[in-house]
């Protein structure tokens, strides 16, 4: 019995230095920073529309303010087709200098074109569609759409009506 007992106390003793052992660690370990959130949005634009437009442009920007305010980060990326596509068409846009000026001042926001939309505007109009130098030509601006929610990315589609 009496060995019992020795043993349960020297099991005792283990488990107690053991407890005080890992209170005395985390005490000794600084408070970690969470880390910061990050949130992807995709916008579409499908309409030629320059409230649309303007409207996508506001949206991006009040998102990416409202992130930076909070010290989290963003990615925004812009998918026209369609008559959207006027957004990103050189000849055409009306947005083409905010575009321009948010491309230097907002990196996280990236303008995606539709390629099939380009192609067939080209063809309509028998010359080549140019697009904004911001822009980045995707095969198709549904399917971008499409594989930017699969990544998790939220869907904002701003209308004029």
Do not use: W
């Not at 409202?66 to 846009?93: C, F, N």
Request: charged share 20%; glycine share 6%.
């Amino acid at each position: 019995m009496a060995r019992a007992a020795h043993h349960l106390l020297g099991t005792i003793c283990a488990t107690l230095l053991l407890l005080f052992a890992g209170v005395a660690s985390a005490q000794d370990r600084t408070p970690e920073r969470p880390p910061s959130r990050s949130h992807r949005v995709a916008i579409h634009v499908d309409d030629n529309d320059a409230k649309v437009m303007n409207l996508a442009l506001n949206n991006a920007k009040n998102v990416v303010d409202y992130y930076q305010s909070k010290g989290e980060s963003v990615a925004i990326e812009i998918v026209t087709y369609g008559p959207g596509l006027h957004m990103l068409r050189a000849d055409t846009s009306p947005v083409k200098h905010r575009i321009a000026e948010m491309s230097l001042a907002i990196p996280q926001i990236a303008f995606s074109a539709c390629g099939n939309t380009q192609v067939n505007m080209a063809k309509q109009e028998g010359k080549e569609v140019a697009l904004v130098s911001e822009a980045r030509v995707v095969p198709s601006g549904v399917v971008r759409l499409i594989e930017l929610q699969e990544k998790g990315y939220a869907y904002i589609r701003p209308s004029g009506r």
